[in-house]
């Protein structure tokens, strides 16, 4: 039943399944489910995944806890689900970010029992989300909400596909807007409006083991040419047979990572001084900055090939964070929101304190000390489409999702940055060592170009960077080339 190589998170794909049983009658009222032990064993997953779905089902009143005795089925869950009001929501695979909404539904229910509401949750890649929602809206059948990640909104508000949130209630989004991080409030608002209810934040940088580099009395690396140097090292034989990686370093390099691609590497062109699509000169590909970054980054992809997977340009996005768990690089470029996958795909790191012993993230390295640190901004928002016959009750539950209260305990629950100032601010004096180690990282985060067809103009770039660093295309020559289909695209 479980899919390890689904990029569905293990704890989400049991929390579906558990659902499912439940609204087929196979688990009745009342039942007794197996204890988390012997679930870990049924389903062959550690137990983190599985404390996890029970915890949000037990929250969203799903099942019900006895202490000493077990966990049980609720009374009544058959014909709740009957009774409720259908929002559709339209979701990739990427549902880490759906519990916000799912525990936004359960506050909606407990104060609104004559009003309750059930989440009628489609999923599918990330590629074909946008095929999916485009043909719905197409035949006038639009999702009711759909997460968005930051550089898609622009795209999404300017063609009409969702509502600006002001137009639902305008005191709310004037608040929400006011009260966000000023990157988090530059790609959720288009041309003065409010599209986007954020749910985190997150910043790209280098994991690393951190046992090991303390083992091998190696810091982290801060510029480039310290980045090949312990590459290098953790290449060597030796070392290889005493930690048995098989790879120096993971990273995505193919389109197959989709917009992970642009995302993680951006910051790399960045610290170098080059634009690529950012702000005026957004067609300024071809300059110095560029090259020099694409040159640097083929040292590795070309020159050490070894070190690396052969597959790699295959990889998905998930596909990374899966090497890191599983002990096979002692390196990845990643985000900060990868920690829930990388404890749950862990085979050894079952409880936080493991992940905490054994893993560091760092800012991506730059060329000299001098340059300047910069993080690429992601997260995701939800936002409400134009079409939604609900949209009113929409906002309300995204008002749920805002709240400071349902913010922080989300982010402390995934460990995940706030959109929020304020959240922020509690999170980073009083919260978990993970997440006062990444806040203050925020600092560093630069958005990622805000264009209407950023969606178009990310595959001319990840075309372009599969080209130049895993088939050894001619760097000038592709460069020009892309800066030229992108200039009619823009």
Not at 193 to 204: E, F, I, K, S
Not at 262 to 273: D, E, P, S, T
Request: net charge negative; charged share 20%; hydrophobic share 40%.
């Amino acid at each position: 039943m479980v899919d390890r190589n689904s990029p569905v998170p293990i704890y989400y794909q049991l929390k579906l399944h558990f659902k499912q049983q439940m609204e087929a009658n196979i688990l009745r009222p009342g039942d007794r489910l197996p204890t988390e032990m012997e679930l870990c064993e049924l389903y062959n997953v550690s137990r983190a995944p599985v404390r996890q779905a029970l915890t949000e089902l037990a929250r969203e009143g799903y099942l019900y806890r006895r202490a000493g005795q077990g966990t049980f089925v609720a009374r009544g869950v058959a014909q709740r689900l009957e009774q409720q009001i259908d929002l559709h929501v339209l979701t990739h695979y990427d549902v880490f970010w759906l519990g916000s909404m799912e525990s936004a539904v359960h506050a909606w229910n407990l104060q609104h029992p004559d009003r309750e509401v059930k989440l009628k949750v489609t999923m599918c890649s990330r590629d074909d989300f946008h095929r999916q929602l485009r043909r719905a809206v197409a035949q006038g059948e639009a999702p009711d909400i759909v997460p968005m990640d930051y550089v898609w909104i622009a795209d999404y508000a300017r063609t009409g596909y969702i509502a600006p949130l002001d137009k639902l209630d305008k005191q709310w989004a004037q608040e929400l807007a006011e009260n966000l991080e000023a990157p988090v409030a530059i790609n959720n608002t288009v041309d003065g409006h409010l599209y986007g209810v954020p749910v985190q934040a997150d910043v790209t940088g280098l994991w690393y083991r951190k046992d090991w580099f303390e083992a091998e009395g190696l810091t982290p690396p801060e510029t480039w040419d310290a980045w090949l140097q312990i590459i290098d090292h953790f290449t060597l034989t030796n070392v290889r047979q005493k930690y048995n990686n098989q790879y120096a370093v993971v990273f995505p390099v193919g389109v197959a990572a989709g917009e992970a691609l642009i995302n993680l590497l951006m910051a790399f062109f960045w610290n170098a001084g080059a634009h690529l699509l950012s702000g005026a000169d957004a067609l300024k590909l071809d300059d110095t900055a560029t090259y020099t970054t694409l040159h640097f980054l083929r040292q590795i992809t070309l020159q050490r090939r070894a070190c690396l997977p052969p597959d790699m340009v295959t990889f998905h996005w998930w596909d990374i964070t899966d090497q890191l768990s599983k002990g096979t690089t002692p390196m990845i470029l990643g985000g900060t929101y990868e920690w829930p996958r990388i404890q749950d795909e862990s085979p050894d790191w079952t409880e936080e304190a493991d992940v905490i012993a054994h893993l560091g993230f760092i800012p991506a390295p730059r060329p000299t000390l001098d340059a300047p640190q910069v993080a690429s901004l992601g997260g995701t928002s939800w936002a409400i489409t134009h079409q939604s016959p609900e949209g009113e009750l929409c906002a309300e539950i995204l008002k749920q999702v805002s709240t400071p209260e349902a913010l922080t305990a989300y982010c402390e629950e995934h460990l995940q940055i706030a959109p929020h100032r304020a959240v922020n601010a509690s999170l980073n004096n009083n919260g978990h060592p993970w997440l006062k180690h990444i806040i203050p990282l925020l600092q560093l985060a630069r958005p990622r170009p805000f264009l209407r067809n950023y969606l178009q103009a990310s595959v001319f770039l990840q075309n372009m960077l599969q080209k130049t660093l895993w088939e050894n295309a001619p760097v000038e020559e592709t460069v020009q080339g892309t800066a030229q289909a992108l200039s009619l695209l823009l």
